[in-house]
């Protein structure tokens, strides 16, 4: 039979206010009274009711996190960082895939506010109009991590995603490349992958590089697209120097397919990126990269929604973290 809170009182001799208070940890107990509480509790192998102290308090301690791909490293560290923080300020995480796919993630954004979550957070895709109307039913605090919405009307942790695109880019540039590439995200993600593109764009027209339509490939974020646009580059008459991809994943897959055709990085291409996943310090030769600060997207993200939960003030709600280029082997100075 379950256990209920009127038997650990009886065990325990006191009254079942007593009992309530000592497993809310109230202070307002006596040590030797708690002590007698927690041996019944113990004896009888009570677990209290979190559902019935949830709607008794109307918390729940529980933070629901839409993560878009759980299989990419980079949402793995971010809900690293999240996870972390959560387990400090004692707050449970329900964290749920949506695989990349709009109607899943209004779903799950759905399904956890149903579920009564002390607030929610959404990570690194692309916020639309239906985001924003599923976010409006909420009554608990919403942060967007590693993403925005480009009205700015909710609470978010991300980088400048533009900026770290322009360093990447302004890298080969000084390092004497002028015909660069780019494998991009789709342009329709204009917290990321336009950004990123814009940020391209704007590094060659500082340094008063034409634009060419031919050298800018679009890819899904993956390996795969990476293999893709890179076959593309190499069947051009006139092949680029270097090439920016988007991500750490598509630079990865570029580098793959150059060496599919005995050729090298970076003696032949040079190839920089935007992420510094695990990844990027293990392949060969080894990738230079704009590293984006992963778990500490996370875990100011939660920060921030801890605070939000406990209407604490927030001197700043939209938080930009620093990015640093992380020189490796994978660019070359053109003329050495």
Not at 222 to 248: N, W
Not at 268 to 292: E, G
Request: proline share 4%; with cysteine; aromatic share 6%.
């Amino acid at each position: 039979m379950t256990v209920t809170i009127y038997d650990v009182a009886r065990e325990a001799g006191v009254s079942m206010a007593t009992v309530s208070r000592v497993v809310n940890n109230n202070p307002n107990v006596k040590p030797q009274t708690r002590k007698k509480v927690y041996e019944a509790i113990e004896r009888l192998g009570y677990r209290p009711n979190a559902v019935a102290r949830g709607l008794a308090s109307k918390k729940t301690t529980t933070v629901g996190v839409v993560i878009p791909d759980i299989s990419n490293s980079i949402f793995a560290e971010i809900a690293r960082g999240i996870e972390d923080i959560a387990n400090m300020y004692h707050y449970n995480i329900i964290l749920c895939n949506a695989d990349k796919r709009k109607e899943k993630e209004i779903r799950v954004i759905n399904t956890l506010l149903e579920k009564q979550v002390d607030g929610l957070l959404f990570m690194g895709g692309t916020v639309t109009d239906e985001h924003i109307l599923a976010f409006q039913t909420s009554s608990v605090p919403i942060v967007l991590c590693a993403t925005s919405d480009e009205k700015g009307a909710y609470p978010s942790v991300d980088i400048d995603h533009e900026a770290a695109a322009f360093d990447a880019v302004n890298t080969l540039i000084r390092h004497g490349h002028r015909e660069i590439a780019m494998i991009s995200g789709t342009l329709q993600d204009p917290a990321n992958g336009y950004a990123r593109f814009h940020g391209y764009k704007k590094a060659l027209e500082t340094a008063g590089i034409d634009y060419q339509e031919d050298l800018v490939r679009i890819g899904n974020y993956r390996y795969e697209s990476g293999v893709e646009a890179m076959k593309y580059f190499l069947g051009l008459k006139k092949k680029p120097t270097a090439v920016f991809a988007a991500t750490d994943e598509m630079a990865i897959g570029a580098i793959h397919s150059i060496q599919d055709e005995g050729l090298k990085v970076p003696d032949d291409f040079s190839v920089i990126s935007v992420d510094n996943i695990r990844m990027a310090s293990m392949v060969r030769p080894l990738l230079t990269t704009v590293a984006q600060p992963m778990y500490d997207l996370g875990a100011v993200a939660m920060r921030l929604l801890t605070k939000l939960m406990k209407k604490e003030t927030v001197e700043n709600p939209r938080v930009i973290l620093p990015h640093e280029t992380i020189l490796r082997l994978s660019v070359n100075h053109l003329n050495e």
